[in-house]
């Protein structure tokens, strides 16, 4: 109750500001204490008022303010919302409000801004309702002669605005009326501003004022960016569309005076503003056209020669002298109009393409005509003279290896080569212009593959090294969209060949070969030019550069992923190429491509498979340096792992040499005391599960490892399935080697774990169990029997979700015992005080027609005829006929009848099949085969069980059997007898 009183009790202001005043102090001893009493009031009445009290007070210290506005920062994070536990009061609320909106002309830029950001997150809850005086207050400020209270303004209506446009519901009205009010008014500002900040750009000395002026007008962009590009822009269309004419303007007029900038020193400030401004120009073109495609067709001529004139700039200055950043933009920004699927024909309505709304024919018109009018512009300009000077813009200056490329490959060839391949089109000119390229011959490829097939066919020897890479690089990047006019072993591979026979010194044709196989291997690459293409990547592979050897492994990994890949063609080079992959590993020493060859070793043992067996040689060498090599860094050794299960899996008892290695990194991996362990173990357990599956048969190393799982399936994480897997395969390899002096350990485990499992979890518990007694029948009851007494009680007593799973150790307990079965029945009646085993009977005649599992209804169903010829219980189960007879219709109904004819062999007499994952292997697919000869479930055949359980009944009840037959039901009874006479062959009526 006191906890209570105080939560509810003010905390006063003086009281705040003095804890953040010591919260500020550098002293561990000062400022601990004040950090925990901070912490005590987070829930507490009055505490986040007196926090916005104290970051607006202009009095008090700055690093007390700042202190203020980040608790309050987290805090309103965690408590603002209604229905966050201890959410700050209405009341309070609202005082906070208004209070933050005196905070306005805050004079700190760094505390502005996070104050921005709160009121955005606030208003993203309030607004418009709660807090209705929020944007009107915005609205004025911007409008305000003070030049500090317009600029915070103008910064918190940025802030909310971003918050209010990622809002999705009940947030577009507002944000498309706040857009109406505010659009032209900020649009009118920004104008202005970069009018001035041009005409000073012409007359340029740097000058703080020029700064400040181009940061106030880079906000203004900012905002306007939002404010169009997640607004319904047909509102403001006419404003709209002329701002974004004035952005291409301003980019233009910004970009004509860079140079002059530039000139005047690299490191200047305006400098460095410029390059953000025409940053965010570019960033709110692309939104707009993300966007808003449909009114942005009206622009695209102009957008056209913008950009695509840089392009064509960028290739004519010097290294070093444009703005890298903004011909990236330029790249990409060209591209998102070439494959928008709003500038096809009838966009609007062909399959896949964007959805528009339209709610009107007029508006359907106009749609297409946007589409039409994009369509003619995109295909006017490129086309003919105009395609022809992009594209080999494009593949000349672009895509050939600059100087700092070739020394980057010298220096950094690990680098050079993870840059090369990922997806950095974002980032990077090179991908950027490869991307644009593509783009244009997936749109316009009946004139851009002219192009680049003219460009193929002119290549000769004495033409500069990198410009023949380059064309090599564009026919790769376009071999989707080339292979109808290239066939790559009759028009490629020669040519290739000869280009590394002229200059086999020369590493950058010699990768470009391996990039251009594995490039058009996955699109086209008929069969008899295959094994030269394998015998090239063999070669290559053996390259004194490693750039080129990543390539090539590059290359190999995609020939094996190819669903073409032929084996026998590929097996005559296939040892002499591992080496040289394996090789490739120790070679190497960054992490990311050192993990990317870890993948094609594995990819590599799977796709050969057994035929490959050089694999287990080479590997039992090299295991115990190859973890060595990867001690130091735990995301090499999960991958080592992970390989390592790859190629046991794949070879199976085979994979013999690699398992004493094996043995030490599982034990290390699992070892909870290793630091290490919390990455390794997940993968160590599946690699250990396959090393127990691939054992042909006990080994004494392999089983000392066994008490570690103890350790493993108490941790309760991931790792407690796969424990629980590797103890039921443990017990099918060497249960009686195990059992004696670790059984009752196992059993102990497994009681302790039987609340914590989910349903998968209790699924393998219960089949572990089931193994148990199936493999070693009585003693093995006895040795689980708290196991079976808890199964016992979940199917009677709890009656679980997991009724299924139980219910089975509860059958194959009866089918090894009864006796041991009732006698674990009598012990839990006295403990529950209730009937168990009726419990028990009438729970699995009332749930029977719902088992699904076959094994279980099967084992179940025995285990009932098992118990009505009991001398204990048979007087139970034949009190009335009918439960027994529907069961056994139903059990020989199921087993025997199939599409209506009936056999007297149970369908489920054969072998258990392996459970269908990646890890099944042969040994233990003959385990599992041994211990389905043993189980009732799959050695018995119900009908035969059927008929003896009534013969043995008949003579246990003598005169009472045929009254007590001839009262169950009489269709019930027809059917029974009939079921009962049927021979092989015969029809179900």
């Not at 066939?487 to 020669?494: A, E, I, K, Q, V």
Request: charged content about 20%.
């Amino acid at each position: 109750m006191a906890r209570l009183v105080d939560a509810a009790a003010a905390v006063p202001v003086e009281h705040v500001a003095a804890a953040i005043a010591q919260a500020t102090n550098q002293d561990p001893s000062v400022f601990a204490p004040a950090a925990e009493l901070l912490k005590s009031w987070e829930t507490s009445r009055g505490f986040h008022l007196g926090l916005v009290e104290i970051m607006g007070s202009p009095d008090v210290p700055e690093a007390s303010r700042w202190m203020a506005t980040v608790c309050f920062k987290h805090g309103a994070d965690r408590f603002w919302r209604r229905s966050a536990p201890n959410a700050i009061q209405e009341d309070e609320k609202q005082a906070i409000r208004e209070r933050l909106i005196r905070c306005i002309p805050e004079p700190s830029p760094q505390i502005a801004k996070q104050m921005a950001v709160i009121i955005s997150r606030i208003a993203r809850n309030d607004v418009p309702n709660e807090w209705p005086a929020l944007l009107p207050a915005l609205f004025e400020g911007i409008q305000s002669p003070q030049p500090l209270l317009q600029h915070r303004a103008l910064l918190f209506l940025y802030h909310t605005a971003k918050e209010l446009a990622s809002k999705r519901i009940g947030g577009r009205a507002v944000f498309d009326k706040m857009t109406d009010t505010v659009f032209s008014f900020v649009h009118a500002m920004w104008m202005t501003e970069m009018t001035d900040i041009v005409a000073a750009l012409s007359r340029f000395h740097d000058q703080p004022a020029l700064v400040t002026r181009m940061e106030y007008a880079r906000l203004c962009l900012k905002t306007l960016r939002q404010l169009i590009a997640h607004s319904s822009f047909s509102t403001t269309t006419r404003d709209s569309l002329g701002f974004v004419q004035a952005t291409m303007q301003c980019i233009l007029a910004l970009h004509t005076y860079r140079p002059a900038v530039r000139a005047r020193g690299p490191d200047s400030a305006v400098l460095g503003v410029l390059d953000k401004t025409l940053v965010m120009g570019c960033k709110t073109l692309s939104d707009v056209l993300e966007h808003h495609p449909d009114p942005f067709a009206a622009l695209l001529e102009p957008f056209l020669s913008l950009f695509a004139g840089e392009v064509f700039a960028a290739a004519q200055r010097p290294a070093g002298e444009g703005h890298e950043r903004f011909t990236i933009f330029s790249l990409n920004l060209l591209r998102a109009v070439v494959l928008n699927q709003s500038y096809r024909p009838l966009a609007s309505t062909q399959p896949g393409a964007r959805p528009v709304r339209i709610t009107s024919a007029a508006k359907t018109e106009s749609f297409t005509a946007a589409a039409e009018q994009a369509h003619s512009t995109l295909h006017a300009f490129f086309s003919g003279e105009n395609l022809s000077r992009v594209v080999n813009v494009l593949v000349s200056h672009f895509l050939a290896l600059t100087p700092e490329d070739l020394a980057t490959w010298q220096e950094a060839p690990e680098t050079f080569a993870a840059e090369e391949e990922t997806e950095s089109w974002v980032f990077g000119q090179r991908a950027a212009a490869e991307h644009l390229l593509v783009a244009l011959m997936g749109s316009y490829s009946e004139g851009v593959a002219p192009l680049l097939l003219g460009m193929l066919a002119a290549l000769t020897p004495a033409m500069p090294l990198h410009y023949r890479d380059a064309v090599y690089s564009a026919v790769g990047r376009c071999a989707y969209y080339l292979h109808d006019h290239l066939d790559f072993g009759r028009d490629l591979l020669p040519r290739l060949a000869a280009e590394i026979a002229a200059a086999p010194d020369s590493a950058v044709l010699h990768r470009r070969a391996a990039l251009l196989a594995g490039e058009w291997v996955n699109v086209r690459i008929k069969a008899e030019y295959r094994p030269a293409v394998y015998g090239m990547l063999q070669s290559l592979l053996g390259s004194s550069d490693l750039v080129v050897r990543l390539a090539a492994a590059e290359a190999l990994a995609n020939v094996l992923e190819d669903m073409d890949f032929a084996v026998d063609d590929f097996l005559p080079m296939a040892e002499d190429t591992f080496r040289k992959l394996w090789r490739l590993f120790f070679e190497l020493s960054e992490t990311e491509k050192t993990l990317r060859v870890l993948d094609i070793v594995g990819a590599f043992a799977e796709r050969l498979g057994t035929r490959a067996l050089f694999i287990i040689a080479l590997l039992a060498e090299t295991l115990g340096v190859a973890w060595q090599r990867c001690a130091a860094v735990s995301l090499l050794q999960t991958a080592l792992v992970r390989t390592l299960t790859k190629v046991i899996d794949t070879f199976a008892s085979r994979a013999e040499p690699l398992l004493p290695a094996s043995y030490q990194i599982i034990a290390y991996s699992v070892d909870v005391r290793q630091p290490a362990h919390v990455y390794l173990i997940e993968h160590a357990m599946t690699l250990w599960l396959s090393v127990i599956r691939a054992h042909p048969g006990p080994a004494a190393p392999l089983l000392q490892l066994y008490p570690l799982l103890f350790d493993v399936v108490q941790r309760g994480d991931e790792s407690l399935l796969h424990g629980l897997r590797c103890i039921e395969a443990y017990l099918l390899l060497a249960g009686p080697a195990l059992l004696p002096s670790h059984g009752e350990a196992t059993a102990a485990a497994c009681l302790t774990l039987a609340d914590q499992l989910p349903p998968e979890g209790v699924s393998l518990l219960c089949k572990i169990i089931d193994n148990v007694l199936v493999l070693f029948g009585l003693p093995g009851l006895q040795l689980f029997s708290r196991n079976v007494t808890y199964a016992l009680r979940m199917v009677a007593v709890e009656s679980d979700s997991n009724f299924t799973s139980h219910l089975s150790v509860c059958a194959h307990a009866i089918l090894v015992s009864p006796d041991a079965f009732l006698a674990l029945c009598a012990e839990l009646s006295s403990t529950e005080q209730c009937n168990v085993f009726e419990m028990f009977v009438e729970t699995v005649f009332d749930k029977f027609d719902v088992i699904i599992k076959e094994g279980v209804r099967k084992a179940a169903g025995l285990s009932l005829l098992s118990l009505a010829v009991h001398p204990q219980t048979h007087a139970r189960l034949t009190q009335n006929l009918t439960p027994l007879v529907k069961i056994s219709v139903s059990l020989v109904s199921y087993f025997h009848v199939r599409v209506g004819s009936f056999s007297s062999n149970d369908f489920f007499l054969r072998p258990a099949t392996p459970p269908h994952d990646m890890h099944t292997v042969q040994p233990e697919y003959e385990r599992l085969k041994l211990l389905s000869t043993k189980d009732p479930v799959y050695s018995r055949n119900v009908r035969d069980d059927v008929a003896q359980t009534f013969q043995a009944l008949a003579a246990l009840l003598g005169p009472r059997f045929q009254p007590a037959l001839q009262a169950v039901h009489p269709p019930l009874r027809a059917s029974f007898e009939a079921l009962m006479a049927m021979k092989d062959g015969d029809k179900m009526t």
